[in-house]
């Protein structure tokens, strides 16, 4: 599709959000760059800002007004708002775990089912949904992020088959580390939880070592994905799924390969976690 587009772009403020919304822009579509707060774009060009908190009842549907208002149409959604919440599945508390999925799933069906009306009356168009190596792969004390990414790929899985009647196609990209933001937060949000006595303290510090260098291996730019994001949008027959990174190409084909016992030992290894026996 070489025709102009207008996309919306959720968690758009930084990182692969802002990526995206800057590479579209530059191949000529007409770009809604949403943030919670969206003075954060102030100076960027070829984009309007708008306000979008993904976690807020009816906040998607008035974005889509607004840009229906604006342009009459909306051609492509891409749901990229997101952040990671790290720990042991009992050491995350009940509020941070619904607050991951607020944000990862809750978030990014709420805005899907704003934008479906706009893209069937535009006669098609594409939703890209942004997972992880996480979605495919669990990482261990990063159950609340990964499940939560495994459930948008389920929910992408189901959404490719019932929106195919309209013309609406649904990708996913699985990016892998990426030189943002993103991982700061992450670490920044498990903080607290690696300080804190209790059971799983003793492995916490080998923890966010192994999960510093994770972050650290193999990272491309914000703007590889970008262009990859731009690419699916653009195209006719876009692929189900995109693997970015090196770790996203080695990792999740090995997951459907290796049974679950020798995956197990291949974290308690790296995580430097105990078995009992």
């Known amino acids: 599709m070489n025709r102009s587009q207008v996309i919306l772009v959720t968690g758009a403020s930084s990182g692969i959000g802002l990526a995206v919304a800057r590479e579209a822009a530059r191949r000529g579509h007409r770009v809604f ?3 919670r707060r969206p003075e954060t774009l102030a100076g960027e060009t070829g984009m309007r800002a708008i306000r979008l908190d993904v976690t807020e009842l009816g906040a998607a549907a008035r974005a889509v007004a607004e840009i229906l208002g604006l342009e009459g149409r909306l051609d492509a959604l891409v749901n990229n708002a997101g952040y990671a ?5 009992e050491d995350v508390s009940a509020a ?20 479906l009306p706009a893209l069937r009356a535009a006669g098609g168009g594409t939703i890209v949904n942004m997972s992880s190596v996480g979605g495919k792969v669990t990482v261990p004390f990063a159950a609340p992020y990964c499940s939560a990414k495994h459930a948008l790929e389920s929910i ?20 892998g580390p990426v030189d ?19 059971p799983y303290a003793p492995y916490y510090g080998d923890i966010e070592a192994a999960m510093k260098g994770a ?26 799924r995109y693997r970015i990174t090196s770790m996203s190409k080695l990792l999740i084909p090995l997951k459907a390969l290796l049974p679950d016992r020798l995956m197990d030992a291949a974290f308690r290894r790296s995580l430097k976690v105990p078995q009992k026996r």
């Open 33 to 35: 760059a949403s943030a």
């Open 85 to 89: 919440q790290y720990g042991a599945a």
């Open 96 to 115: 941070r775990w619904r607050e991951q999925y607020d944000v990862a799933v809750f978030g990014a069906i709420e805005t899907i089912r704003a934008a």
């Open 156 to 175: 992408s899985d189901s959404l490719r088959v019932e929106l195919s009647p309209f013309g609406i196609r649904v990708v996913v990209v699985e990016p």
């Open 180 to 198: 943002t933001r993103f991982d700061d937060r992450a670490i920044a949000e498990v903080g607290d939880i690696l300080k804190r006595p209790g």
């Open 215 to 240: 972050f650290a291996a193999g990272k491309v730019e914000p703007e590889v994905v970008a262009r990859v994001v731009a690419k699916a949008i653009e195209s006719r027959r876009p692929k189900a």
